[in-house]
Nanobody, 117 residues
Framework: QVQLVESGGGLVQAGGSLKLSCAAS????????LGWYRQAPGAERDWVAI???????HYADSVKGRFTISRDNTWNTVYLEMNSLKPEDTAVYYC???????????WGQGAQVTVSS
């Protein structure tokens, strides 16, 4: 089992920056990938970025060039640095973990990010 806790959300003006953190605990040595998703009001949860065990990163087109995902070497923390924020980035951001040998995915409780115009 893996537990995930996000932090770092808040209110920022358009063009500003925020950095989200996700602290992982439990069987972190079996984490295969860590990612970020977001869900705006009335919308479905969308994938934002992912980092694999090999530190390969992938981004949704909507955030490419503005957001950066990274992790520490122990898989205990994953970060999402968000720059040039836009009002359409407003959402609850969720941390996600895929674990080797376990079919279900793990989610954090979410962190609210609000970008004002």
């Amino acid at each position: 089992q893996v537990q995930l806790v996000e932090s770092g959300g808040g209110l920022v003006q358009a063009g500003g920056s925020l950095k989200l953190s996700c602290a992982a605990s439990g069987t972190t040595d079996r984490i295969n990938s860590l990612g970020w998703y977001r869900q705006a009001p009335g919308a479905e949860r969308d994938w934002v970025a992912i980092i694999t065990r090999a530190s390969t990163t992938h981004y949704a087109d909507s955030v490419k060039g503005r957001f950066t995902i990274s992790r520490d070497n122990t898989w205990n923390t994953v970060y999402l640095e968000m720059n040039s924020l836009k009002p359409e980035d407003t959402a609850v951001y969720y941390c996600n973990a895929a674990v080797l040998g376990i079919s279900r995915q793990f989610w954090g409780q979410g962190a609210q990010v609000t970008v004002s115009s």
